[in-house]
Protein backbone atom coordinates (compact mmCIF):
# COMPACT_ATOMS: atom_id res chain seq x y z
CA UNK A 1 0.00 0.00 0.00
CA UNK A 2 1.27 3.36 -1.09
CA UNK A 3 -0.16 6.40 0.53
CA UNK A 4 1.55 10.19 0.39
CA UNK A 5 2.94 11.78 4.15
CA UNK A 6 0.85 15.54 4.93
CA UNK A 7 2.25 15.03 8.13
CA UNK A 8 4.95 17.69 9.22
CA UNK A 9 8.03 14.73 8.78
CA UNK A 10 8.50 12.26 7.63
CA UNK A 11 6.85 13.70 4.19
CA UNK A 12 6.83 12.68 0.93
CA UNK A 13 10.06 12.01 -1.32
CA UNK A 14 10.30 12.37 -4.83
CA UNK A 15 10.95 9.78 -7.43
CA UNK A 16 13.82 11.79 -8.32
CA UNK A 17 15.47 11.68 -4.97
CA UNK A 18 14.82 8.12 -4.43
CA UNK A 19 16.52 7.23 -7.81
CA UNK A 20 19.82 9.30 -6.80
CA UNK A 21 20.03 6.86 -3.86
CA UNK A 22 20.50 4.13 -6.29
CA UNK A 23 23.54 5.13 -7.42
CA UNK A 24 26.33 2.41 -6.89
CA UNK A 25 28.72 2.26 -3.72
CA UNK A 26 31.80 3.60 -3.03
CA UNK A 27 34.28 3.88 -0.21
CA UNK A 28 33.98 6.28 2.37
CA UNK A 29 37.67 7.30 1.92
CA UNK A 30 37.87 7.26 -2.24
CA UNK A 31 38.46 10.57 -4.33
CA UNK A 32 35.16 9.86 -5.25
CA UNK A 33 33.46 10.19 -2.09
CA UNK A 34 35.55 13.55 -1.49
CA UNK A 35 34.30 14.87 -4.80
CA UNK A 36 30.64 14.44 -3.52
CA UNK A 37 31.19 15.47 0.26
CA UNK A 38 32.45 18.52 -1.69
CA UNK A 39 30.45 19.10 -4.07
CA UNK A 40 27.74 19.29 -1.63
CA UNK A 41 29.47 21.77 0.60
CA UNK A 42 28.61 25.41 -1.48
CA UNK A 43 24.86 24.69 -1.83
CA UNK A 44 24.81 24.20 1.84
CA UNK A 45 26.49 27.07 3.00
CA UNK A 46 24.55 29.36 1.00
CA UNK A 47 21.46 28.30 2.12
CA UNK A 48 22.48 27.85 6.11
CA UNK A 49 23.96 31.83 5.02
CA UNK A 50 27.50 30.44 6.58
CA UNK A 51 30.94 30.56 5.62
CA UNK A 52 31.41 27.60 8.38
CA UNK A 53 31.82 24.23 7.48
CA UNK A 54 28.29 22.44 6.98
CA UNK A 55 28.69 19.19 8.90
CA UNK A 56 26.78 15.50 7.65
CA UNK A 57 25.91 13.18 10.05
CA UNK A 58 24.80 9.83 9.86
CA UNK A 59 22.07 10.18 12.57
CA UNK A 60 18.60 11.45 13.07
CA UNK A 61 18.55 15.14 14.56
CA UNK A 62 18.33 14.32 18.11
CA UNK A 63 22.33 12.61 17.79
CA UNK A 64 23.52 16.26 16.53
CA UNK A 65 21.11 18.04 19.01
CA UNK A 66 22.19 15.98 21.83
CA UNK A 67 26.07 15.78 20.91
CA UNK A 68 26.25 19.60 20.05
CA UNK A 69 25.33 19.71 23.73
CA UNK A 70 27.93 17.62 24.91
CA UNK A 71 30.34 19.60 22.86
CA UNK A 72 29.78 23.25 24.10
CA UNK A 73 27.91 23.13 27.94
CA UNK A 74 29.25 22.34 30.99
CA UNK A 75 28.21 25.49 33.16
CA UNK A 76 24.68 25.93 32.71
CA UNK A 77 22.42 25.30 29.42
CA UNK A 78 19.27 28.11 29.13
CA UNK A 79 16.29 25.40 27.39
CA UNK A 80 14.26 27.55 26.05
CA UNK A 81 10.54 25.52 25.60
CA UNK A 82 7.94 25.95 23.97
CA UNK A 83 6.54 22.38 22.56
CA UNK A 84 7.84 19.00 22.75
CA UNK A 85 10.89 19.02 20.89
CA UNK A 86 12.03 21.80 23.14
CA UNK A 87 10.67 20.31 26.16
CA UNK A 88 12.59 16.94 25.12
CA UNK A 89 15.92 19.12 24.63
CA UNK A 90 15.81 20.21 27.86
CA UNK A 91 15.48 16.16 29.70
CA UNK A 92 18.33 15.50 27.12
CA UNK A 93 20.46 18.04 28.67
CA UNK A 94 19.63 16.34 31.92
CA UNK A 95 20.22 13.11 30.65
CA UNK A 96 23.51 14.15 30.17
CA UNK A 97 24.24 15.28 34.12
CA UNK A 98 24.70 18.80 32.46
CA UNK A 99 23.20 21.69 34.58
CA UNK A 100 19.97 22.89 32.65
CA UNK A 101 17.36 25.94 33.07
CA UNK A 102 14.16 25.50 31.65
CA UNK A 103 12.33 28.63 30.48
CA UNK A 104 8.70 27.63 29.55
CA UNK A 105 6.19 29.18 27.99
CA UNK A 106 2.84 27.51 26.59
CA UNK A 107 2.74 25.03 23.84
CA UNK A 108 2.43 27.35 20.88
CA UNK A 109 3.43 30.15 22.39
CA UNK A 110 6.44 31.59 20.61
CA UNK A 111 9.78 32.52 22.86
CA UNK A 112 9.99 35.25 24.17
CA UNK A 113 13.17 37.55 23.86
CA UNK A 114 13.03 39.72 27.18
CA UNK A 115 12.46 36.43 28.97
CA UNK A 116 15.69 35.48 27.42
CA UNK A 117 17.66 38.38 28.22
CA UNK A 118 16.46 38.39 32.03
CA UNK A 119 17.60 34.84 31.90
CA UNK A 120 21.11 35.14 30.10
CA UNK A 121 21.78 37.94 32.51
CA UNK A 122 22.63 36.46 35.47
CA UNK A 123 25.69 34.76 34.13
CA UNK A 124 24.98 31.70 34.79
CA UNK A 125 25.02 30.35 31.37
CA UNK A 126 27.58 29.04 28.66
CA UNK A 127 24.78 27.83 26.29
CA UNK A 128 21.31 28.31 25.04
CA UNK A 129 19.19 25.56 22.93
CA UNK A 130 15.84 27.35 20.89
CA UNK A 131 13.71 25.05 18.51
CA UNK A 132 13.10 27.89 15.78
CA UNK A 133 10.25 26.04 14.44
CA UNK A 134 8.40 23.97 17.22
CA UNK A 135 6.66 21.25 15.16
CA UNK A 136 4.62 19.74 17.64
CA UNK A 137 2.45 22.69 17.61
CA UNK A 138 3.24 24.69 14.21
CA UNK A 139 4.49 28.18 16.26
CA UNK A 140 7.74 30.02 14.53
CA UNK A 141 9.54 31.57 16.93
CA UNK A 142 11.04 35.03 15.83
CA UNK A 143 14.22 33.99 15.42
CA UNK A 144 16.47 37.11 14.56
CA UNK A 145 14.65 38.50 17.59
CA UNK A 146 15.84 36.09 19.88
CA UNK A 147 19.01 36.02 17.88
CA UNK A 148 19.81 39.75 18.55
CA UNK A 149 19.74 39.37 22.81
CA UNK A 150 21.59 36.29 22.28
CA UNK A 151 24.66 37.91 21.39
CA UNK A 152 24.39 40.55 23.80
CA UNK A 153 26.07 37.35 25.84
CA UNK A 154 29.55 36.72 23.80
CA UNK A 155 30.08 33.85 26.53
CA UNK A 156 26.93 31.96 25.35
CA UNK A 157 27.29 29.42 22.72
CA UNK A 158 23.71 29.48 20.46
CA UNK A 159 22.12 25.67 19.53
CA UNK A 160 19.50 26.50 17.35
CA UNK A 161 17.01 23.63 15.75
CA UNK A 162 16.12 24.57 12.27
CA UNK A 163 14.65 21.08 11.52
CA UNK A 164 11.66 21.84 10.47
CA UNK A 165 12.22 25.32 9.18
CA UNK A 166 15.42 24.46 6.87
CA UNK A 167 14.94 25.54 3.42
CA UNK A 168 11.63 26.55 3.98
CA UNK A 169 12.24 30.52 4.59
CA UNK A 170 15.67 32.15 4.55
CA UNK A 171 17.69 31.59 7.57
CA UNK A 172 20.98 33.57 7.64
CA UNK A 173 22.96 31.58 10.13
CA UNK A 174 25.94 33.97 10.60
CA UNK A 175 24.27 37.07 10.47
CA UNK A 176 22.01 35.98 13.27
CA UNK A 177 25.00 34.82 15.20
CA UNK A 178 24.09 31.86 15.56
CA UNK A 179 26.83 29.08 16.70
CA UNK A 180 25.58 25.50 15.86
CA UNK A 181 22.51 25.28 13.47
CA UNK A 182 20.92 21.95 13.24
CA UNK A 183 18.43 20.52 10.32
CA UNK A 184 17.66 16.74 9.51
CA UNK A 185 16.91 15.40 6.16
CA UNK A 186 13.06 13.93 6.73
CA UNK A 187 11.27 17.63 7.06
CA UNK A 188 11.67 20.39 4.14
CA UNK A 189 14.30 19.09 2.46
CA UNK A 190 12.01 15.89 1.66
CA UNK A 191 14.71 13.50 1.46
CA UNK A 192 14.15 10.07 3.71
CA UNK A 193 15.19 9.91 7.45
CA UNK A 194 19.01 9.07 8.44
CA UNK A 195 21.05 12.29 7.78
CA UNK A 196 21.48 15.30 9.84
CA UNK A 197 23.62 18.08 8.86
CA UNK A 198 24.83 20.92 11.25
CA UNK A 199 26.96 24.26 10.81
CA UNK A 200 29.39 25.52 13.03
CA UNK A 201 30.78 28.35 14.17
CA UNK A 202 34.67 28.83 15.33
CA UNK A 203 33.25 30.20 18.79
CA UNK A 204 31.72 26.41 19.44
CA UNK A 205 35.26 24.53 18.02
CA UNK A 206 36.94 26.61 20.55
CA UNK A 207 34.62 25.74 23.54
CA UNK A 208 34.92 22.38 22.35
CA UNK A 209 38.62 22.05 22.58
CA UNK A 210 37.68 22.80 26.23
CA UNK A 211 34.96 19.98 26.68
CA UNK A 212 35.92 17.33 28.58
CA UNK A 213 32.97 14.83 27.84
CA UNK A 214 32.43 15.91 24.60
CA UNK A 215 32.27 11.47 23.66
CA UNK A 216 33.24 10.68 19.81
CA UNK A 217 30.13 10.20 17.48
CA UNK A 218 29.39 13.59 17.68
CA UNK A 219 32.58 15.36 18.23
CA UNK A 220 32.41 18.24 16.53
CA UNK A 221 36.49 18.53 16.12
CA UNK A 222 36.31 15.01 15.09
CA UNK A 223 34.24 16.05 12.43
CA UNK A 224 35.64 19.10 12.02
CA UNK A 225 39.27 17.10 11.11
CA UNK A 226 37.93 14.78 8.45
CA UNK A 227 35.51 17.78 6.51
CA UNK A 228 38.73 19.66 5.87
CA UNK A 229 39.58 16.11 4.17
CA UNK A 230 36.02 16.00 2.72
CA UNK A 231 34.92 13.24 4.62
CA UNK A 232 33.13 12.52 7.32
CA UNK A 233 34.50 10.59 10.96
CA UNK A 234 33.14 7.58 10.33
CA UNK A 235 31.03 5.35 7.38
CA UNK A 236 28.02 7.87 6.31
CA UNK A 237 25.09 6.67 5.17
CA UNK A 238 26.21 7.35 1.03
CA UNK A 239 22.57 7.02 -0.50
CA UNK A 240 21.42 9.78 1.32
CA UNK A 241 24.17 12.11 0.77
CA UNK A 242 23.23 11.03 -3.60
CA UNK A 243 20.01 12.52 -2.25
CA UNK A 244 20.75 15.90 -1.09
CA UNK A 245 23.44 16.38 -3.69
CA UNK A 246 20.24 15.69 -5.78
CA UNK A 247 17.66 18.02 -3.54
CA UNK A 248 19.98 21.07 -3.55
CA UNK A 249 19.89 20.64 -7.63
CA UNK A 250 16.29 21.08 -7.44
CA UNK A 251 16.48 23.61 -5.04
CA UNK A 252 18.81 25.89 -6.57
CA UNK A 253 17.15 24.89 -10.11
CA UNK A 254 13.81 26.67 -8.70
CA UNK A 255 15.76 28.98 -6.86
CA UNK A 256 16.10 29.55 -2.69
CA UNK A 257 13.54 32.97 -2.86
CA UNK A 258 11.21 30.68 -5.06
CA UNK A 259 10.90 28.32 -2.99
CA UNK A 260 10.26 30.26 0.13
CA UNK A 261 7.82 32.37 -1.25
CA UNK A 262 6.33 28.44 -2.86
CA UNK A 263 6.00 27.34 0.91
CA UNK A 264 4.58 30.90 2.29
CA UNK A 265 1.84 30.42 -0.53
CA UNK A 266 1.23 27.19 0.00
CA UNK A 267 0.93 27.65 3.94
CA UNK A 268 -1.18 30.48 3.49
CA UNK A 269 -3.47 28.65 1.47
CA UNK A 270 -3.83 25.48 4.04
CA UNK A 271 -4.56 28.25 6.57
CA UNK A 272 -7.20 30.03 4.99
CA UNK A 273 -9.00 27.37 3.79
CA UNK A 274 -9.10 24.96 6.94
CA UNK A 275 -10.00 28.04 9.20
CA UNK A 276 -13.18 28.62 6.72
CA UNK A 277 -14.13 25.44 7.65
CA UNK A 278 -14.19 26.30 11.45
CA UNK A 279 -11.01 25.43 12.89
CA UNK A 280 -8.65 28.05 14.50
CA UNK A 281 -4.75 28.24 14.62
CA UNK A 282 -3.49 26.68 17.91
CA UNK A 283 -0.62 29.07 17.99
CA UNK A 284 -1.30 33.21 17.72
CA UNK A 285 -1.47 33.90 13.99
CA UNK A 286 1.86 36.24 13.80
CA UNK A 287 3.66 33.02 14.80
CA UNK A 288 2.30 30.12 12.77
CA UNK A 289 4.46 27.94 11.25
CA UNK A 290 5.38 28.97 7.49
CA UNK A 291 6.33 24.79 7.31
CA UNK A 292 2.88 23.74 8.56
CA UNK A 293 -0.91 24.68 10.20
CA UNK A 294 -1.45 23.46 13.62
CA UNK A 295 -5.22 23.84 14.16
CA UNK A 296 -7.14 23.39 17.22
CA UNK A 297 -9.98 20.55 16.71
CA UNK A 298 -12.94 23.30 17.24
CA UNK A 299 -15.61 20.94 15.74
CA UNK A 300 -14.15 18.02 17.78
CA UNK A 301 -13.68 15.79 14.91
CA UNK A 302 -12.88 11.76 15.36
CA UNK A 303 -9.28 12.32 14.03
CA UNK A 304 -8.46 8.65 13.94
CA UNK A 305 -11.81 8.08 11.75
CA UNK A 306 -11.02 11.12 9.86
CA UNK A 307 -7.27 10.07 9.08
CA UNK A 308 -8.07 6.59 8.35
CA UNK A 309 -10.41 7.71 5.70
CA UNK A 310 -8.00 9.82 3.98
CA UNK A 311 -5.91 7.44 3.72
CA UNK A 312 -8.67 4.28 2.83
CA UNK A 313 -9.97 6.68 0.07
CA UNK A 314 -7.53 9.04 -1.12
CA UNK A 315 -4.36 7.75 -0.05
CA UNK A 316 -2.98 10.62 2.04
CA UNK A 317 -2.23 10.66 5.39
CA UNK A 318 -2.08 14.35 7.53
CA UNK A 319 -1.24 13.93 11.27
CA UNK A 320 -3.63 13.67 14.03
CA UNK A 321 -2.22 15.53 17.09
CA UNK A 322 1.39 15.18 18.54
CA UNK A 323 1.60 13.64 22.20
CA UNK A 324 -0.66 15.78 24.45
CA UNK A 325 -2.36 17.83 21.64
CA UNK A 326 -3.32 13.89 20.13
CA UNK A 327 -7.11 14.16 19.41
CA UNK A 328 -7.17 17.95 20.09
CA UNK A 329 -5.43 19.24 17.22
CA UNK A 330 -4.53 18.30 14.07
CA UNK A 331 -1.51 19.13 11.55
CA UNK A 332 -0.91 19.37 7.73
CA UNK A 333 2.52 19.83 6.38
CA UNK A 334 2.99 21.89 3.47
CA UNK A 335 6.78 21.39 3.08
CA UNK A 336 9.27 19.74 0.78
CA UNK A 337 8.23 19.62 -2.88
CA UNK A 338 4.20 19.97 -2.45
CA UNK A 339 3.02 22.48 -5.39
CA UNK A 340 -0.29 24.73 -5.64
CA UNK A 341 -1.98 21.68 -7.40
CA UNK A 342 -1.14 19.02 -4.86
CA UNK A 343 -2.20 20.87 -1.87
CA UNK A 344 -5.34 21.71 -3.47
CA UNK A 345 -6.08 18.23 -3.82
CA UNK A 346 -5.23 17.49 -1.07
CA UNK A 347 -7.38 20.10 0.31
CA UNK A 348 -10.63 18.97 -1.49
CA UNK A 349 -10.05 15.50 0.10
CA UNK A 350 -9.77 16.79 3.55
CA UNK A 351 -12.65 19.21 3.44
CA UNK A 352 -14.98 16.16 2.14
CA UNK A 353 -13.93 13.60 4.39
CA UNK A 354 -14.47 16.20 7.53
CA UNK A 355 -17.93 16.59 6.38
CA UNK A 356 -18.87 12.89 6.93
CA UNK A 357 -16.28 12.21 10.35
CA UNK A 358 -18.26 11.66 13.28
CA UNK A 359 -18.29 14.42 15.63
CA UNK A 360 -17.40 13.18 18.86
CA UNK A 361 -19.36 14.06 22.23
CA UNK A 362 -18.42 17.15 24.39
C1 LIG B 1 11.45 16.17 13.81
C2 LIG B 1 12.08 17.15 14.71
C3 LIG B 1 13.14 16.81 15.55
C4 LIG B 1 13.64 15.40 15.70
O1 LIG B 1 14.22 14.96 14.56
P1 LIG B 1 14.73 13.44 14.46
O2 LIG B 1 15.25 13.44 13.06
O3 LIG B 1 13.56 12.56 14.68
O4 LIG B 1 15.78 13.25 15.47
C5 LIG B 1 13.71 17.79 16.32
N1 LIG B 1 13.26 19.04 16.29
C6 LIG B 1 12.25 19.42 15.50
C7 LIG B 1 11.79 20.83 15.53
C8 LIG B 1 11.63 18.48 14.69
O5 LIG B 1 10.60 18.85 13.91
Redesign the pocket.
Known sequence: MSYKLFI??PIAVSAKTMEAMTSAPIGHRSPDFVALYQSVQPGLQQLFGTADPVFLSTS????I?EGALRNVSSKRVLNCMNGA?SDKWHDVANRNGIPATPLQFEWGEPVDPAAVRTELATGQYDAITV?H???SCGCMTDIAAVMEVVREFPEVISLV?T??SFSVLNIPKDELGIDIMIT?S??ALAMP?GL?LCAVSQRAFNRAKAAANRGYYFDLLEFLKNHEKGMTPSTPNIPLIYALRSKLEDIFAEGPAERYARHARLNAKVRTTIKAQGFELLPEEAFGSLSLNCFKNTRNLDLPALNKSLKAEHNLVIDGGYGKLKGKAFRISNMGDETDETIAEMLDAVIATMAKTPVLAA
Open positions: PGSAWGMFINETDVSGQKPS
